[in-house]
Structure formats: structure tokens, C-alpha cells
């Protein structure tokens, strides 16, 4: 029988992720009875000629967040070293990083943009107050959970006011999001964080980053050149109002940035001029969290304990349905994407109680043709989109339950989609085809469909004359 890979008290269960320096694990902790993630150095970096150094850094990096204690933070739990490994024991964390969000083509509403960026100035704060820099801030470090709010990982090269770990003259992050000075080498303090910080706010508003290009290209870029204003890469999402913001965030040298994160935060707030959300909005939330790499030994079958085991869902179902109804929608779609099926349904249903409509939120889930296809077919009645039940049909149910499937009032006709797609373009240009064709995918009442594409106008004034205009 295979022992399990240890590392001191935690039993690693699964690979979350591998990285030059070693191997991050799902775990669990016997003594608190909860799960862990166990981040190691590699055993042949630890015997190379640097080994000490390396480390050393390492303890420092459990130190530096050690000594942190906020919700926009990953926790650290342990430092420990045995004979052929060091480890960090921290807080297991459910999510995504923000990277992936940006790999997938995430498109960033105002309120998420704002919001993520706020969360992340807010954790920054903490972080200074307590003599903390992270000097590494950049997508792949911020996690994104399943509840929309964000946490900091990754200290690794943290700089404690304390430490001579970091000293002057070594350069330190990763391109594109380090800081001028990061860059030259020079003394580096937390508003390296802030300049970082300042460009992935660029990247949630535009979707680009601020600085691209080579390796080489990059660092001359960041050291002497303006990137273009947020709204120069699009006139449209009215980014004029956050065009100060960037250029103050991004300033080449630090004593003409916001010299707080709370400064750069009071500086958003007063561009956004609105109530700011606590969390990313449910829709935008990529409910897929990373997938395990693998078997901590791929020789032993999984180990699991209780603790580790999802509880299934007791809850009621979202008004306007029934559990039975739903479950047979689970059901199906779990065949594609698995257990996340639940959490799927659950959320599309509370904003339809159309089944037709609920198969279509959820289709859109789907990352690829074949699986929306596949979905689709299993819904009742039709193999793709079926014509609309005269009003009051009932659909057979399990158990002899049944669920009513209404018409929409204001039915949403070909003629219908492309007159709004026509009056969309005069504010939004060739992409309104994309936006009309995806929103009507998501609904069939012609109502709703005009409210979907109203909502991706940048100004209140703009969405109402869109509404006059398309007759909504």
C-alpha cells in the first residue's frame, strides 16, 4: 500500500500547480480537520550552490504574508522544512487567477473593473500599513472566488521594511507589470505595488495591456514611453473620466503617483462616481475553478476525507421553479461539464424562469460549439430552437410533476433582431452583429432582448436613446 506524500502533519491529495522553483498541492491539515495548500521547493534547487539563498527567500515569503491578516489576502499557516523539501502551508482558496479571466477574452463591465481594482487597493492598503510590499502584483497573483471577491497570493519576492533579503540592484517581478524603477534597479517601496496596480486597472477597463510587446520592448516602453489613454482604444465605454487615473497610476516616476493606495482607491471612486460592488458581478464569475494537475502519486488511487468532499446542495430553488424541473436540467448538463452543473443552473434560473431562455444562459456557459450543440439537443421538445409552445403547454416532469412553459408576451422575431442590430450600429459599430447575435441566444422575448443590448452602452443617455430608437 502506497503511504501518502507528506509534508510534516499535511497529507497532499491532488497537484494544483507546477512552477520553476517547485509544486503547489491541494492538502489537508489533521489537527484543524480543513484543507491547505502546500507550496514546496523543489528537492535539487535546495541541494544546488543557491540553495540557501533560495530558501531563504522562501521563509521570507511565508514571514512577509505571515504577518498579514485580511480578507484580500491569502493566509499562511506554517513555514517548514524537512530533509528534502521546504514548505509553505497557507489557506486552500476557491477561485480563479484574474489571468485566466484575461486569457478567456473576459470583457470587464465598468462596475467588475472598478470593482476588482478597488478590492485590490484595499488589500495593497493593509498590506503597506503593515510595512508589507509585494512587488510582484500582476494578474496571475490575484484570485478571483467563487464569490466575486479577491485575494492577493504570492509574496514570494515581498519586501519586508525589515528584511535584507531585497536589497537595491536586483531586479525583481515579472514584465510588463513591474514598475520603472523595478526595472533600472534603483530602491523600490510599495509604490511599485501601485504602479502595478495601475496597469492591470488599464487591462480591466481596455482589455489590453498598457506595455506589450518583447521582453526588451517592453521594459523601454514602461521606462520612457506614455501608453495611449484608455479612451483612445475605445471612444465608446467612456473611459475619458478614468484617462487622469491611468496616467497619474502609471507615472514613471514614483513621487508623481498616488503615494497611498487608498489615494489611488479615493481616485477611482471619485472617476466612478457610483456605489462600487463588494464582489465581481455573479454573470462575470468564471464558476470553473482550476483543475487539479494531478494525483499527488500517481501510483495510489485518491484519498479523500470528508472535509475535502463537497456538501450537496439543500437550498430551495430559485423562485418561479421547481426542484424537479431543475434537476433534470442538471442532470444534462452535467454530462458535459460535471458537478458544477448545480451551481450552473442555480444561478442562470435566478435570472429566467423561461426554460427555454434557462437553456440558453446555460449554453452560453459552454466553451465550445460541439458541447452548446450537444446541450441544446436535450432540450424538450426540439433539437435546436424550437418554435415557442402555445401559451399554457405543459412539459412532463419527473414523478409526475410538471412545469408550465409560457410564450413571452412580446415574442422576438428575425425582423425584430436585425432592425435593433441596425439601430445598435450607429453606437457601437460592426460588433453590434456579435452583441445582437449573442444576446439573442439568451432570450426569446423581444423586451429583455432590447434591455441586454441597451446594457452594453456605456452611458445611461446612451441606452435610453438606443430604447426610443429600437422601440423598446
Not at 510582484?136 to 497570493?153: E, Q, R, S, V, Y
Not at 455573479?282 to 475553478?289: L, S, V
Not at 485518491?302 to 421553479?321: D, F, K, V
Request: aromatic share 8%; charged share 25%.
Amino acid at each position: 500500500m502506497n503511504e501518502p506524500v507528506r509534508f510534516g502533519k499535511y497529507e497532499a491529495a491532488e497537484i494544483l500547480g507546477k512552477g520553476a522553483m517547485g509544486v503547489v498541492y491541494r492538502a489537508f491539515d489533521p489537527n484543524i480537520r480543513r484543507p491547505v495548500a502546500v507550496k514546496t521547493i523543489r528537492k535539487e534547487l535546495i541541494d544546488d550552490d543557491r540553495g540557501g539563498t533560495l530558501v531563504a527567500r522562501f521563509k521570507h515569503e511565508a514571514q512577509a504574508a505571515g504577518r498579514l491578516s485580511h480578507p484580500g489576502i491569502v493566509a499562511v499557516y506554517e513555514y517548514g522544512e524537512d530533509e528534502s523539501v521546504a514548505y509553505i502551508a497557507m489557506e486552500y482558496v476557491q477561485g480563479n487567477p484574474l489571468r485566466e479571466y484575461f486569457n478567456r477574452g473576459t470583457r470587464f463591465e465598468e462596475r467588475d473593473a472598478v470593482s476588482v481594482t478597488v478590492q485590490l487597493l484595499d488589500a495593497l492598503e493593509y498590506a503597506h500599513e503593515q510595512g508589507v510590499w509585494h512587488r510582484d502584483i500582476k494578474p496571475a497573483n490575484i484570485i478571483i472566488m467563487m464569490n466575486g471577491k479577491l485575494k492577493i497570493a504570492d509574496f514570494g519576492i515581498a519586501r519586508i521594511d525589515s528584511s535584507s533579503l531585497t536589497q537595491t540592484g536586483a531586479i525583481m517581478g515579472t514584465p510588463g507589470y513591474m514598475a520603472p524603477e523595478q526595472y533600472a534597479g534603483q530602491a523600490v517601496d510599495w509604490r511599485a505595488d501601485l504602479f502595478s496596480a495601475g496597469v492591470v486597472f488599464y487591462q480591466l477597463l481596455t482589455g489590453a495591456r498598457p506595455f506589450s510587446g518583447r521582453a526588451e520592448t517592453v521594459a523601454f516602453r514602461i521606462c520612457y514611453e506614455n501608453p495611449p489613454a484608455p479612451s483612445q482604444l475605445d471612444a465608446t465605454r467612456g473611459w475619458e473620466r478614468f484617462d487622469p487615473v491611468i496616467a497619474t497610476g502609471l507615472a514613471k516616476k514614483p513621487d508623481d503617483r498616488y503615494q497611498t493606495a487608498a489615494e489611488f482607491r479615493a481616485a477611482i471612486l471619485g472617476a466612478y462616481a457610483a456605489p462600487v460592488s463588494p464582489a465581481l458581478s455573479e454573470e462575470t464569475i468564471i464558476t470553473e475553478p482550476t483543475q487539479p494537475i494531478g494525483l499527488a502519486d500517481p501510483s495510489a488511487p485518491p484519498r479523500t476525507h470528508p472535509e475535502l468532499t463537497p456538501t450537496p446542495s439543500t437550498s430551495l430553488p430559485p423562485t418561479g421553479w421547481d426542484s424537479v424541473t431543475l434537476k433534470q436540467v442538471e442532470d444534462k448538463l452535467a454530462r458535459i461539464v460535471g458537478p458544477v452543473a448545480r451551481v450552473l443552473v442555480k444561478r442562470a434560473a435566478r435570472r429566467t424562469t423561461d426554460l427555454y431562455t434557462l437553456y440558453g444562459k446555460l449554453a452560453e456557459e459552454l466553451p465550445t460549439p460541439k458541447e452548446r450543440d450537444q446541450f441544446l439537443a436535450t432540450r424538450p421538445a426540439a433539437a435546436t430552437l424550437p418554435p415557442l409552445p402555445p401559451r399554457g403547454t405543459v412539459t412532463p416532469t419527473r414523478a409526475g410533476a410538471t412545469q408550465t412553459v409560457r410564450p413571452p408576451a412580446n415574442p422576438l422575431t428575425p425582423d425584430a433582431v436585425d432592425q435593433a442590430t441596425r439601430t445598435l450600429a450607429t453606437f457601437l459599430g460592426p460588433i453590434a452583429k456579435v452583441v445582437a447575435k449573442k444576446a439573442a441566444g439568451r432570450t426569446r422575448d423581444k423586451h429583455e432582448f432590447l434591455r441586454l443590448l441597451a446594457a452594453e452602452l456605456a452611458t445611461e443617455d446612451e441606452r435610453q436613446r438606443f430604447l426610443r430608437a429600437a422601440g423598446g
